[in-house]
């Protein structure tokens, strides 16, 4: 069984730009999360799905950060336009139950905006 | 805000001891907590979770308290290897009825042969 997958593996763009990360979720899995690790700092929970409706984005830092679970299945997201500060690790998570006691998480994705 | 915290320096080890890492948290009684390793370059891969009502729990050569008093978890791995080498988290849910988690720093552990 595939884990969780996230594209790209890494990201180089420069202030103002826009940049979408990718995740896929295990199959079946209707619980995604988004975190992000801020280089010195913790992870941090950004937002959680449950198949395409957004459960939970209090975490999402601003209005810069939009994020998309079409149908269900995979989900994006979008940081437009980047700022420094948004540099970091993105991991996505998923989970079959809706406890989130067993989350799996993708490999993340390296975001440097210059 | 919940916070927890974890020793920021590295545990250095030599294999075959037990490495004891440290998890307090504030703020907050969480239903479970747990533990996670991380290696350079990937994700969080989950280890252990342990309940609130639960003391202790095993699997394997790893083994996790919770004392809800002390607001602790310990996570000991015996017998130690060098590929236990890894940054090892805690974490627990944001909130009571939350299913998202809020994590520790992590603290690195390396064992030597």
């Known amino acids: 069984e595939a884990g969780v997958t996230q594209f790209p593996s890494h990201s180089v763009i420069e202030k103002g730009q826009t940049v979408t990360l990718r995740c896929d979720p295990i199959?079946?899995?209707?619980?995604l999360y988004w975190y992000r690790r801020v280089m010195g700092k913790e992870i941090k929970f950004l937002l959680h799905f449950v198949k395409e409706s957004k459960q939970d984005e209090s975490g999402m830092p601003n209005n810069r950060f939009l994020a998309e679970r079409t149908g269900g299945t995979y989900s994006t997201l979008k940081v437009q336009p980047a700022e420094l500060e948004d540099s970091g690790v993105y991991f996505c998570?998923?989970?079959?139950?809706?406890?989130?006691?067993?989350?799996?998480f993708g490999p993340g994705t390296r975001l440097l905006v210059l | 805000s919940q916070k927890i915290e974890q020793n920021s320096e590295a545990l250095n080890i030599q294999e075959g001891k037990t490495a004891t890492l440290t998890c307090n948290y504030t703020n907050y009684s969480p239903a479970y907590l747990q533990w996670y390793r991380q290696d350079p370059g990937r994700g969080p891969v989950f280890l252990l979770l342990?309940?609130?009502?639960?003391k202790e729990k095993r699997k394997e050569r790893l083994k996790v308290t919770f004392d809800t008093t002390l607001k602790q978890s310990l996570f000991h791995i015996t017998a130690s290897q060098p590929a236990d080498s890894a940054t090892y988290l805690c974490?627990?849910?944001?909130?009571?009825?939350?299913?998202?988690?809020?994590f520790g720093k992590g603290t690195m552990l390396l064992v030597s042969p």
């Open positions: 974490a627990h849910p944001r909130n009571s009825g939350y299913s998202t988690l809020t």
């Open positions: 342990i309940r609130e009502n639960e």
């Open positions: 199959s079946g899995h209707d619980n």
């Open positions: 998570a998923s989970s079959q139950d809706g406890r989130g006691e067993t989350q799996y």
